[in-house]
């Protein structure tokens, strides 16, 4: 299996949960040094890959050196995402340019490079998504996450009608706690947000573990029946 998005937060979550179900693993990020220290702290066989989804060629060289060092590739899992939260009126062309490039032209390359080993094995594919993208009227504050991952839903029900060999998932993840998604957030905006949330009945009163969603991916994968959308959220906190 290859989980890209495996240097932190959910992916790095999933990785662990699969490798511990006896997974032979390939982790892709970019920053290689976090994904040395995880194979090192996973079971069997756990393969680091330096890739970077905005770089078509890293891509392709990256999946390619996956698929030879696992010997071929049963699931591939793109848990690779950025959010960012800015209002329309602030959002330029580089923050278009990467919101697009990470969470969609990505999703679209890796598959890319691994359809033909995917469709070998008849294999499978998962992606994450937000439940933000199926909420109306949309979250305020997170207009291009939200115009992102709308798009890759979409893309990831594109190639299911163009490769019915593979079974294509995507899984709308709720809020979700641990994870370096909001690091760079101004605070005191996104306690404004939050309050915003809330009072809209959005947030239920806690988020979950990356571990959640790492069990959830792993449940989907042990299916031998294919699931095409599939959704997680935080159950809500007791009153
Ligand atoms: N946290 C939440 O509340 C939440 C809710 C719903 C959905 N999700 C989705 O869950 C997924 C994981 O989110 P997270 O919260 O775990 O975020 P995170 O902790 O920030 O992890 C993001 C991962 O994406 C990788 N990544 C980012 N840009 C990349 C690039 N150009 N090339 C390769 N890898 C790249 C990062 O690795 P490097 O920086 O090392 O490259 C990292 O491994 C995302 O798709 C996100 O949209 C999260």
């Known amino acids: 299996m290859l989980v890209v998005g495996a240097s932190a937060g959910i992916g790095r979550s999933i990785a662990a949960v699969l490798s511990r179900e006896g997974a032979d693993m390939a982790v892709a990020a970019r920053r290689l040094s976090r994904l040395e220290s995880l194979t090192g702290e996973l079971e069997g066989v756990a393969v680091p890959i330096e890739l970077d989804v905005r770089d078509e060629a890293s891509c392709q060289r990256g999946v390619a050196d996956a698929i030879e060092r696992l010997g071929g590739l049963d699931a591939l899992v793109y848990a690779v995402g950025v959010a960012s939260l800015v209002p329309l009126r602030e959002a330029d062309a580089e923050r278009w340019r990467e919101a697009f490039e990470t969470n969609v032209v990505g999703a679209a390359l890796v598959t890319r490079a691994a359809v033909d080993a995917l469709s070998a094995s008849r294999g499978r594919a998962v992606y994450l998504s937000s439940i933000s993208a199926s909420e109306h009227p949309p979250r305020a504050g997170l207009a291009l996450y939200v115009a992102t991952k709308t798009a890759l839903e979409k893309l990831v029900a594109l190639w299911q009608v163009e490769h019915r060999e593979i079974g294509f998932t995507t899984v709308s993840v709720g809020d979700t706690g641990g994870t370096e998604m909001a690091l760079d957030w101004d605070m005191a905006v996104l306690g404004e947000k939050i309050g915003r949330w809330v009072s809209e009945g959005r947030m239920f009163g806690r988020v979950m573990e990356p571990e959640a969603i790492g069990r959830?991916?792993?449940?989907?994968?042990?299916?031998?029946?294919?699931?095409?959308?599939?959704?997680?959220?935080p159950r809500f906190a007791a009153d």
Do not use: G, M, Y
Not at 222 to 233: C, K
């Open 216 to 233: 959830h991916v792993a449940d989907l994968l042990a299916n031998s029946e294919s699931v095409p959308v599939s959704s997680i959220t």
